[in-house]
């Protein structure tokens, strides 16, 4: 996610780090070419031009623009709920962790393990969501119990059945009543649907023949622009092509890195920061000494 201070207007139009233009550099190029070629054509030969009119491409870019905003309205949704998610995970790793550290039995082992499960869960979810390897939940595991939760398909969902497994045990033992237990099952209820709502989001995007066709009939116009433009505007067509080339390139592109709100894009959200901040809230909890630090922007970028 980009984090960085407010800058001036005059600062904003020549800022790269953030924008969408990297990205769309080719395309953009790719117009700039085609229409310096139609303002040549035009000059040498004006006649095979002369009648082609604007008047379509307008109509034709309103109708583009509309379809575009509510496309990209739709990614961004997609994009909060993911944060609204995460968020309300933040806020369920933290009262379990602190219920945990007030009412379980006066085991510090035992406090210690069920917290650590809870920073263990934060990382294994981030991990399936990025399709990376849970290489940091295991460390917040011990070893033989890890060895289990790695042969299941979604380690997440086996290191909350750990805690459920642990939590029943206490119960059966009698050394967890069962208010308390029913209070710690629903704190888990709640990560479970915490879950299953980042899976659909990452599993259920947004139909492909609604992007296709917003892509290219945004390519068909841009490519098609010059054409109608290069008969009123004469040599400032490019000029004009490229401008609306980055506003619908650039809102396309924009859509697609929204789509996808757990992936690694610059716009994509801070799941390592989310999750670093469990850490830190968990081990206060626990009252280490040694804790680590939050995650800040790297070139404006937040990880």
């Known amino acids: 996610m980009i984090v960085r201070p407010r800058p001036s207007s005059f600062s904003l139009l020549f800022i790269l780090r953030g924008s969408i233009l990297p990205m769309i550099a080719p395309r953009l190029l790719s117009v700039l070419v085609l229409s310096a070629a139609v303002v040549w054509l035009h000059k040498i030969a004006p006649h095979y031009l002369h009648d082609v009119t604007p008047a379509p491409f307008t109509l034709l870019g309103l109708a583009l623009s509309i379809f575009l905003g509510f496309r990209n309205n739709a990614c961004y949704e997609r994009w909060w709920e993911g944060r609204k998610q995460w968020g309300q995970l933040v806020a369920e790793t933290r009262g379990l962790v602190r219920e945990f550290m007030t009412l379980l039995p006066d085991d510090p082992e035992l406090r210690r393990r069920c917290a650590h499960r809870v920073v263990a869960f934060a990382h294994a979810l981030r991990s399936q969501l990025r399709g990376d390897e ?23 969902d086996a290191i909350l059945l750990a805690q459920a497994e642990e939590l029943g045990r ?6 967890l009543s069962d208010i308390l237990y029913q209070l710690f099952s629903q704190r888990l209820l709640a990560m479970t649907q915490i879950q299953a709502a980042c ?34 505007l004469g040599m400032a067509t490019p000029i004009l092509t490229m401008l609306l080339a980055y506003a619908f390139f650039g809102l396309d592109a924009l859509g697609e890195e929204l789509e996808e709100p757990f992936g690694r894009s610059q716009n994509a959200l801070p799941l390592d920061a989310m999750v670093r901040s469990i850490e830190i809230a968990t081990g206060e909890a626990l009252g280490e000494p040694n804790l680590p630090a939050p995650l800040q922007p790297q070139r404006f970028v937040l990880l």
Request: proline share 6%.
């Open 199 to 232: 899976e659909r989001l990452r599993s259920t995007p947004t139909p492909f023949t609604y992007t296709l066709l917003l892509h290219r009939t945004a390519w068909l116009f841009c490519l098609l622009l010059p054409f109608g433009m290069v008969s009123t």
């Open 170 to 175: 206490l119960l059966r033992k009698g050394e």
């Open 134 to 156: 849970d290489r940091q939940a295991r460390d917040w595991l011990p070893h033989d119990e890890w060895t289990r939760i790695a042969q299941n398909r979604s380690s997440s």
